[in-house]
């Protein structure tokens, strides 16, 4: 479907073109490792905020965190939970390794998307891999939550890592459920992105209304 409407794209006098980029099979790999140890730097022992940002620090948040998990850690879901488990044990028997390794290959990972990026304006691609799924119930199997969780981020996790903006956009239904666009662009160029994205809601698609039931009184 996401071929179809970029075809479409011709309509706002867009030209569209077929490009590969091989590493984006290889992102996940690599997202993962920085993830997984980055998680449980930042939110457990960095209290959720971590160390050496510059930016504020709120220390009611990291307060109010650093006692909660201790108390609560039932509480948390359970792909959380596989990744503090996951974080803990690559700590105690890796020492770091694989988030080196990773960080070192994010930045092969991020001249990909920007060699790319010099002969289009935007990469488009869709924003999950398959039509929207329902969701798991309440007391579905731990395999399920978290196989349904991280089989949607293949396409959206890479650009985390990459750093390079990106945003969805509605683009049309299946089953009368939607699907989305997503949209990547140059380091700095937001502007582009949204300019294309105001266009594409005039031109092309614009967001559907939600179902009544979804509708706040």
């Not at 569209?16 to 980029?21: M, R």
């Not at 940002?53 to 039932?74: C, H, I, P, Q, V």
Request: proline share 6%; charged share 15%.
């Amino acid at each position: 479907m996401i071929w179809n409407v970029a075809g479409s794209l011709e309509s706002m006098g867009v030209s569209v073109a077929s490009i590969d980029i091989p590493w984006h099979r290889q992102a996940m790999a690599v997202w993962n490792a920085i993830a997984v140890e980055g998680t449980w730097a930042i939110m457990m022992k960095g209290n959720g905020s971590g160390y050496g940002w510059k930016g504020r620090y709120s220390e009611d948040l990291m307060s109010y965190w650093a006692a909660a998990w201790r108390t609560n850690a039932a509480a948390l879901p359970a792909t959380v939970k596989q990744l503090l488990l996951m974080a803990r044990y690559m700590e105690d028997n890796t020492y770091g390794k694989y988030y080196a390794m990773a960080q070192n290959l994010a930045r092969e990972l991020r001249t990909a998307y920007d060699t790319a990026l010099e002969g289009v304006d935007l990469l488009v691609m869709p924003t999950v891999p398959m039509t929207a799924t329902t969701l798991p119930d309440k007391n579905a199997p731990i395999a399920e939550q978290l196989n349904r969780a991280f089989e949607m981020v293949v396409n959206t996790a890479p650009f985390d890592v990459s750093g390079h903006p990106a945003m969805t956009l509605p683009c049309g239904l299946v089953d009368s459920l939607p699907v989305g666009m997503m949209i990547v662009g140059r380091h700095g160029d937001e502007a582009t992105l949204l300019r294309f994205a105001d266009g594409f809601a005039r031109q092309v698609c614009s967001p559907p209304s939600p179902p009544n039931q979804w509708t706040q009184s």
